[in-house]
Nanobody, 125 residues
């Protein structure tokens, strides 16, 4: 079992930046692929970014490429999402996800086993 706790959400003006963090409870965190997803009101949860266990492989949704950066610190059991040039359409609840699998592509909701409770990000225009 892995417990994930997100932090760092809040209210920011368009063009601003935020860094989300996700802390994992499991000592084998460094074996897990980690992902970030978001869900806007009335919409489905969608993929934002993912990073494999070593940090070598990173995946991004097209709508965040060049603006968001995912990183991880295996010594601290954390994964971060640095969000720059935020837009009002980035407003959503952001969720951290984890899975020990190394097979397949970690860009779908169904791929992940463990989820955090989410943190709200609101971007004002």
């Amino acid at each position: 079992q892995v417990q994930l706790v997100e932090s760092g959400g809040g209210l920011v003006q368009a063009g601003g930046s935020l860094t989300l963090s996700c802390a994992a409870s499991r000592r084998t965190f460094n074996a897990y692929t980690m992902g970030w997803f978001r869900q806007a009101p009335g919409k489905e949860r969608v993929f934002v970014a993912a990073i494999n266990w070593s940090g070598v492989n990173r995946y991004y949704a097209d709508f965040v490429k060049g603006r968001f950066t995912i990183s991880r610190d295996n010594a601290k059991n954390t994964v971060n999402l640095r969000m720059n040039s935020l837009k009002p359409e980035d407003t959503a609840v952001y969720y951290c996800a984890a899975d020990p699998s190394t097979q397949g592509s970690p860009i779908t909701v169904e791929w992940y086993t463990y989820w955090g409770q989410g943190t709200q990000v609101t971007v004002s225009s």
